[in-house]
């Protein structure tokens, strides 16, 4: 690493060939904008680097927007970022690197869209990816819930995401190789979990905050029609991976988070799914809001010790998914990305279904919209299309944990 960990982005970051790929288009009734802040936490100096930078965060914000057709598509990652995706993503073994044109893939978000007319205000969802991925890897589910009328706010973690690319050209690529490769050697990977959490826990607490401000000195302020738009008392969070941890842990940690789902991420300070060790505060103390737990294809709360105590302890309303046939990636826009790279790159089969699972894309993706949405609607609006009651013969690869 450089002494100093921004680097700025130059043109050889931007792949111009190689393999394209699309993210499917969402399904609400409202077209989706998007726009990017960049935010600085200045009483927390960031804890992955040396010296006393104050911590920078790089967040997007979807949400329902009006003639969005004469606004531009924004890009699922910007160069720099693609750059680093196509050399250190958490699938990077299984993409051949220099084969995915990764920064020409375009979300269906319009930059700068004006906000959709609507009546009172919008619910907020907040997004955390899994560790070592971008916020943009949750495109999919994101654009979705934006589509359907909810404020969506996904965050970067710096330093943890392969590379975050700020608006003056400067990129903090990632150290979390550098100290997952410490960690092991001087076992403390209990410690690096406990960091990593409670780093991603105080960075959505100081975005939460941010939201909260009529106007902001860490940065650009939100369009005021967008401002103006914010229901903060109807906040809701989700995440893959470690990303749903810090969803319920953030919500264990601030009452502000009314709701959150947990896409098959551990949550305690392991890597082992069956091990109870080293739990988290919202393990032994459970919630006492909604919380949704969908896993992948094996991990139940009677598999997962974490999700077993959070289970246990929890007085708040709490259902267990299973989504048949898939992996952990499954919960990713992996679940629409590699299909098509692995048509285009002949990657064989048993590759895409050691990390996707045996569902069929178009099924994973349909069925994960429809729960993450019903479950926002019934607990953010009041809204109950009872799809989360019992099992439903529309969706038959979600399946109810007693």
């Known amino acids: 690493m450089s002494p100093h960990p921004h680097r700025l982005a130059t043109q050889a970051s931007t792949h111009?060939?190689?393999v394209r790929v699309a993210l499917p288009a969402p399904t609400g009734t409202?077209?989706?904008?998007?726009?990017?802040?960049?935010?600085?936490?200045?009483?927390?100096?960031?804890?992955?680097?040396?010296?006393?930078?104050?911590?920078?965060?790089?967040?997007?914000?979807?949400?329902?927007?009006?003639?969005?057709?004469?606004?531009?598509?924004?890009?699922?990652?910007?160069?720099?970022?693609?750059?680093?995706?196509?050399?250190e993503s958490n699938f990077s073994e299984q993409v051949p690197k220099g084969k995915v044109n990764w920064g020409a893939t375009l979300t269906h978000a319009h930059e700068g869209a004006p906000v959709a007319r609507h009546r009172g205000q919008l619910p907020v969802v907040l997004y955390s990816p899994g560790a070592g991925d971008p916020r943009s890897l949750g495109t999919t589910l994101c654009d979705e819930l934006a589509s359907r009328g909810y404020v969506v706010v996904t965050v970067d973690h710096t330093y943890e995401a392969p590379a975050v690319q700020f608006p003056d050209g400067r990129v903090a690529h990632s150290v979390l190789r550098k100290e997952a490769a410490e960690a092991e050697r001087t076992g403390r990977i209990t410690e690096l979990l406990k960091k990593l959490t409670a780093v991603r826990v105080a960075d959505t607490r100081f975005v939460l905050d941010e939201l909260e401000k009529q106007s902001s000195d860490s940065g650009p302020a939100l369009p005021d029609d967008l401002r103006e738009s914010l229901d903060l008392d109807a906040i809701g969070m989700f995440g893959?991976?470690?990303?749903?941890?810090?969803?319920?842990?953030?919500m264990h940690d601030d009452r502000r988070i009314k709701a959150a789902v947990n896409l098959d991420g551990v949550l305690g300070y392991t890597q082992r799914d069956d091990d109870p060790s080293h739990p988290s505060t919202v393990g032994i103390d459970g919630v006492d809001r909604p919380l949704l737990l969908m896993g992948k294809e094996g991990d139940t709360?009677?598999?997962?010790?974490?999700?077993?105590?959070?289970?246990?302890?929890?007085?708040?309303?709490?259902?267990?998914?299973?989504?048949?046939?898939?992996?952990?990636?499954?919960?990713?826009?992996?679940?629409?990305?590699?299909?098509?790279?692995?048509?285009?790159?002949?990657?064989?089969?048993?590759?895409?279904?050691?990390?996707?699972?045996?569902?069929?894309?178009?099924?994973?993706?349909?069925?994960?919209?429809?729960?993450?949405?019903?479950?926002?609607?019934?607990?953010?609006?009041?809204?109950?299309?009872?799809?989360?009651?019992?099992?439903?013969?529309?969706?038959?690869?979600?399946?109810?944990?007693?």
């Open 16 to 18: 111009t060939q190689g």
């Open 240 to 250: 893959q991976s470690a990303g749903g941890f810090t969803a319920a842990q953030t």
């Open 301 to 402: 709360h009677h598999t997962v010790a974490s999700w077993d105590a959070v289970w246990r302890h929890s007085s708040g309303w709490h259902r267990d998914l299973t989504l048949a046939g898939s992996q952990h990636a499954s919960f990713t826009d992996a679940e629409s990305l590699l299909p098509q790279i692995a048509r285009q790159l002949d990657i064989p089969r048993a590759t895409v279904t050691k990390m996707l699972g045996t569902i069929a894309p178009d099924r994973a993706i349909a069925t994960q919209r429809a729960y993450v949405s019903a479950f926002f609607d019934r607990w953010l609006r009041g809204q109950d299309n009872g799809l989360l009651n019992r099992p439903s013969a529309r969706y038959p690869d979600m399946r109810f944990v007693p």
């Open 30 to 87: 409202h077209q989706v904008g998007t726009t990017r802040l960049h935010l600085v936490d200045r009483k927390r100096y960031d804890p992955w680097i040396a010296g006393q930078a104050h911590r920078e965060l790089m967040v997007s914000i979807r949400y329902p927007a009006r003639n969005a057709g004469r606004y531009p598509r924004a890009p699922q990652m910007l160069p720099s970022e693609a750059a680093a995706f196509d050399a």
